[in-house]
Antibody, heavy 116, light 110 residues
């Protein structure tokens, strides 16, 4: 059974940093690209970032480019999102998702709240 | 950057009725890279359709996707009570990995 479990969310002040993690199990992690998608309270889905199976290809949404860094550790079956210079508009539930082209499995998300 | 516009914003229907949801792209999208997701309150999104018309594993055949170019459609042939939810279309690519979501259509009980 595929499982994706996000962690690392919490309340953080504007301008500070946070690192999210996603622990994957139930599939061969290093065979697949992975993504982060977020959802602000009461709003729609927003793609944040994606990374290829070998970290050789990475993409970011314009809204986070230069502030967020995606990475993965295939030996640990883990995906990460380093978020720097956080803003109030980054407040959202952050999902990690496995990509088989489309996003076929999603975690339950970790909540990030940026507020003073 | 491709923008996906979904319509209508809200669809009010009764169980048993047919639902037709639209997703329009600002420029042509390869059909191979268009997906639809369902999201219920308090839950993560679930993949319904990929490649514009292929059902994901375990998705009932009352869900179907069609379209090409800039116009795509998700059809639910007969609404079941569990189908009332928000639906998102998504365009995706792999080099580099990227995605764009539409704003969503809420299907509510009339």
């Amino acid at each position: 059974e595929v499982q994706l479990v996000e962690s690392g969310g919490g309340l953080v002040q504007p301008g500070r940093s946070l690192r999210l993690s996603c622990a994957a199990s139930g599939f061969t992690f290093d065979d697949y690209a992975m993504h982060w998608v977020r959802q602000a309270p009461g709003k729609g889905l927003e793609w944040v970032s994606g990374i290829s199976w070998n970290s050789g290809s990475i993409g970011y949404a314009d809204s986070v480019k230069g502030r967020f860094t995606i990475s993965r550790d295939n030996a640990k079956n883990s995906l990460y999102l380093q978020m720097n210079s956080l803003r109030a508009e980054d407040t959202a539930l952050y999902y990690c998702a496995k990509a088989r082209g489309a996003l076929d499995y999603w975690g339950q998300g970790t909540l990030v709240t940026v507020s003073s | 950057e491709i923008v996906l516009t979904q319509s209508p914003g809200t669809l009010s229907l009764s169980p048993g009725e047919r639902a037709t949801l639209s997703c329009r792209a600002s420029q042509s999208v390869s059909s191979s890279y268009l997906a639809w997701y369902q999201q219920k309150p308090g839950q993560a999104p679930r993949l319904l359709i990929y490649g514009a018309s292929s059902r994901a594993t375990g998705i009932p055949d009352r869900f179907s996707g069609s379209g090409s170019g800039t116009d795509f459609t998700l059809t639910i042939s007969r609404l079941e009570p569990e189908d009332f939810a928000v639906y998102y279309c998504q365009q995706y690519g792999s080099s580099p990995p990227r995605a764009t979501f539409g704003g969503g259509t809420k299907v509510e009980i009339k």
